[in-house]
């Protein structure tokens, strides 16, 4: 057996009779199960209520009596998004953005809404998640395991009679890293048989769940190797504990929530204002339709009475007051659409920054890599809100041309259309997001842990000469 | 470079080091061959440690040469190491382990797999009894952790013997012991570097011994052939007077 490998092998049968360390990694491994299938119980809860849900909203809206299309626009309903397979892994931002939205007829964007119930269950189960487990607490364990790990030869003075033996300092190193690594990826092996479990089942795909399960491997060997790695750059395993805490605090705790704040101080606060107040400043520009001085409306007018060779709006074929609805829903939802765009560019920016940063902070990677894979992030979501929106045009400019073209022919006093056209308007389906369609998304903090565990295996080097070489 | 079977096993040569500005080696000058024994005493802090770690190439030396077989420990530290074995000041090994664990896994290291009747016979020869061979060193006496150290440098079988103080916490009889296993070593034409502060032991096994002070041999006697083998008392009084004279 190569030295590598003995060592490695003798910081398994250390671990292995060191009671609290075996204590410890077999609670964590417990808490990545209990996190995994409670997330998994209370996503199928979910799932099951949404399902339930959504078939008694469409009841009623089938039930729907006869009626003016109008009425139906202002018909308000719920939209669900089904959750993702893989979002009981990583619930990343759906305990805060919820999966249910109240759509009414000319209300663009409505405010999503997490219903109360369901969002405290998310936020009761959905923090404990094998994600949060393994993006915060593994590491802990990782630096307990491993933080001694060489500064405890040097402390003890057992490394000078390694050292006698003729083992090189690399060799140290890396047996001290393969031990530890291979620690640190049977900590993330019940999650990673969770993955592969669901894609198996063809819950999720194996693309997925590979990048998935390749990014948590780094992230957790990244945490392994730097604490071999200090505790062999000091003195005493203490010194290599401090340090290492210090580093779990500020690259696990602080960086990633003064980063975010730091983005949204840096640009978003004023600007949130001022798209607010050109929205409004848009909106007024339109016009109104009921004022027959409106000169907006009133070209509109002409160029429909052209269009149809009538020369009064009464000779009409169609019903005005519909076709007017159709194209103030066309105008008020551009300039929705555009206040939308300008938002998420400036989120897109914001991001950005955050993303710089990502470099200081792995876990901003990971945690970005996570929940963009397990389709839990604001990308996910917003896909969600752009879909529901383009249903809810979809459905008002339905209901508006049956106003337009129905209305004529039914005329009277209260003029109404048979129930059997609400079987017609459109349903809202979800097509679900694919994390993987835009790559960069995947690459980039890919990359940056890549990066990391790069720049540590040149920092183990420089760390294995200075153990290997002469003394002080 | 020298033939490893021509060159003395231990070859110092105008050896200077200094910790900072503290000169511990001043010019040092030591030879030992194969199958010989040599002793070498000094008061505490004259630099006795020091000379093994130049010869183990823990420390660059600022002049001077140091071989091993031949071999420079600081350019080739891999090769000199496999040629020596060394039992430390304060031996340290691993607590968790029994002592003839710790003789395996310290041998595998050195590529010196000698199989388990190999490691059993070392730790019967410095004296371990059958059931501390399976002990944790946790619970292990001062000497009893010496023993197995002096048994792990005996099992990896090289030709040079680095020695710090190895009597220190034995008892009378476990001396007697070791001194029989040196004795076994010469035989087998290996040789010996012994830092003690044991005369009795010393004269007992010792070939010459060498007093170091203010960085060099002050002074070295050999054994005679005939009669007693070193005049102890004039030793002892030398010795006194180098141990008491500042390092
Ligand atoms: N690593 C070190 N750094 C600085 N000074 C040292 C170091 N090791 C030993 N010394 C100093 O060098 C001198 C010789 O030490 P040493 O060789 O251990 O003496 P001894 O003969 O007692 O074994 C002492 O003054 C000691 O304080
Ligand atoms: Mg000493």
Redo the contacts with the bound molecule.
Sequence with gaps: MTAVKLIAREEWRMLARNRSGLIATGLLVLLILVAGFTSLESRSAIEADRTRYQASVDETFDAQPDRHPHRMVHYGQFLFRPIAPLAFFDAGVNSFTGNTIFLEGHRQNSANFAEARQSSLLLRFGQLTPAFILQTLAPLLLIFLAFASVAREKERATLKLLLAQGIGGRSLIAGKMLGHGAIALAVGLPAFALLLGFAATGAADWATVGVMIIAYACWLLLWAFASVIISALVARPRDALAILMGLWMITIILLPRALPEAASAQNQLATKIETEIALHRDLLKIGDSHDPDDPYFNDFRDEVLDRYGVRTVEELPVQYAGLVAIEGERLTTQIYADAAQRQAAREREQNAFVHTFSVLSPLIAIRQLSMTLAGSDPAAHQDFLDQSEAFRYEFVQRLNRMQAELLPEIGGEDPRISAAYWQEVPRFSYSPFNPLADRTRIIWPLLVLAGWLAALCVLALFAARRIGGV?? | MTNIFTAPAIAIDGLHHS??A?P?LRGLDLTVQRGEIYALL??????????L?ALLGFLRPCSGSVRVCGTDPVADARAARSQMAYVP?NVSLYEHLTARENIGYFLALAKAERGGDAIEAALSAVGLTQAAKDKRLSGFSKGMRQKVAIALALARDVPVLLL?EPTSGLDPRAVLEFNRLLDAAREREVAVLM?THDLVSAVDIADRIGF?SEGKIEEEQTASTAGPRFDLNALHDRYTLVAGAP?
């Excluded at chain 2, 000094?42 to 000379?51: I, M, Q």
Aim: no cysteine; glycine share 22%; net charge neutral.
């Design positions: 003394a002080r | 910790y900072g503290n511990v000094g008061g505490n802090g004259a630099g006795k440690s020091t000379t770690s000041e710090d830092v170091l390092a």
